[in-house]
């Protein structure tokens, strides 16, 4: 009788039909993990390979810095760049003056501050009896020309902020001069305008931070050259005093 059904059955096609579950192959195995391995390469990185290349920068002496500004290419600013813009002067420098970032002369030439707003920040140098190279160190926000001379974006000075840390770490300058609104800005972690800025002490980290106008906007505004030698002559008073106390 019960073969009988089970003929039945299989006639009317009810009998299921039991088949080995096909085992995953090793190849197959492998690419789930190789899958997985790339999906937590995808998601975590960001922050890590920001803190790693921060932290290697960190670490840097002179040579290693050069060379390493030299080859980035962290930032959309390295493919427009003739060459990198890393900083002139004195590397034991009382003072550092840092701008926003080259211009077309200094892409070319791979020096800050050069053409008609280099002389100018030369005379403003001389006018507190500075030279530049001797107890002076000037560099950028930015080490790459930005196209058509627009301001830096946050993203790309936050690329090249690690390598602007190192120089200051290297330097030790007794006081900072900030040129202008996004140097200001920058440095100082502040949406504030140059008129907020200007004529008081701020720190970056632990050193004095004097705020003035960029000597390319003197040349168009007249007018503020008096008030950049206001503040040129507030920050040779606070050099004296910072002098006078580490003395």
């Known amino acids: 009788m019960k073969d009988r059904r089970k003929a039945v059955l299989q006639e009317l096609g009810l009998i299921p039909v039991w088949r080995h579950k096909k085992e995953a192959t090793l190849t197959e195995c492998e690419s ?28 840097m002496d002179w ?62 140098l001389m006018s507190i009896q500075l030279r530049r190279g001797e107890r ?17 974006e946050s993203f790309e000075a936050e690329q090249c902020h690690p390598y602007l840390a190192r120089q200051i770490v290297l330097i030790k300058p007794k006081l900072i001069v900030a040129l202008g609104k996004v140097a200001a800005q920058n440095l100082l972690h502040s949406s504030e305008s140059i008129a907020s800025l200007r004529g008081k002490l701020h720190y970056y980290e632990t050193i004095p931070v004097i705020v003035t106008y960029h000597p390319a906007y003197l040349l168009r505004s007249l007018a503020d050259k008096a008030k950049a030698w206001e503040d040129l002559c507030f920050a040779r008073e606070t050099m004296q005093s910072l002098s006078a106390h580490s003395a």
């Open 32 to 59: 789930d993990v190789n899958q997985a391995v790339e999906t937590t390469q995808m998601t975590e990185p960001d922050e890590k390979r920001s803190d790693d290349r921060s932290a290697r920068i960190a670490r």
């Open 63 to 124: 040579a290693a810095l050069k060379a390493s500004v030299a080859s980035c290419t962290a930032c959309p600013l390295s493919q427009s760049r003739t060459q990198t813009v890393f900083g002139v002067g004195d590397e034991q420098a009382d003072w550092l003056f840092i701008g926003e970032g080259p211009g077309a002369k200094e892409d070319e030439l791979g020096e800050p501050f050069v053409g008609q707003a280099g002389k100018l920040l030369d005379n403003m």
């Open 136 to 152: 002076v160190y000037i560099t950028n926000i930015v080490k790459c020309r930005p196209p058509n001379n627009r301001n830096p």
